[in-house]
């Protein structure tokens, strides 16, 4: 089993791209943050904020402005900002974030039929704890890569209703990542 699964208390995560979109979050029944932004300057506050709130936080590499995608930006994260894991769309990010005990999810765009094949060999490689699969708006593409891999999936990505939620945790998912404030409640 993989440990992320234990952490999903709650389907919606909420996937916060603006500093002040936290605190709603923060009050969602929501267990997981995607922290889809912050600088050097106020990430760790951001971070310590949602874990004690007692939920748990992923940061997405890519989005933090100040800390470089690369193996001294994840050891940064993990020595000084000490989120839950991580979340990148590069394999080599997530590698090193698993060598220094952060969780990670490998964040995939399937936008036609290679993209899948590709996105799967590089989740082979690196291992994560879980897929992101973008956009989360595709049912049978879920159900395809849950039958894929055995790694958890996400869907995430142009998500926008209720019933898009419901389609994709039908279709496997294991959770949902959304921006949305009026969907963090739901599930």
């Not at 310590?48 to 193996?71: P, Y």
Request: proline residues 4%; contains cysteine.
């Amino acid at each position: 089993m993989y440990p992320i699964v234990d952490l999903v208390e709650h389907q919606v995560i909420c996937a916060v791209q603006k500093p002040e979109d936290l605190e709603a979050a923060l009050k969602a029944e929501a267990n997981i943050v995607f922290l889809l932004t912050g600088s050097i300057f106020n990430v760790k506050e951001l971070v310590q904020k949602v874990l004690a709130a007692g939920k748990e936080v992923f940061l997405h590499m890519e989005f933090i402005e100040g800390i470089a995608a690369d193996r001294s930006g994840v050891a940064y994260v993990a020595r000084h900002v000490c989120p839950t894991g991580i979340i990148s769309t590069r394999s080599n990010l997530i590698r090193f974030a698993k060598d220094m005990d952060l969780m990670a999810i490998q964040r995939i765009f399937l936008i036609d039929r290679n993209a899948v094949t590709k996105g799967i060999k590089a989740v082979e490689q690196s291992l994560p704890d879980a897929i992101e699969v973008m956009p989360g708006i595709m049912p049978r593409i879920i159900r395809e890569m849950t039958n894929l891999t055995p790694l958890p999936i996400i869907a995430g990505g142009l998500v926008g209703t209720r019933q898009e939620i419901d389609e994709a945790l039908e279709a496997g998912a294991l959770a949902v990542s959304v921006g949305s404030h009026d969907l963090w409640e739901t599930k």
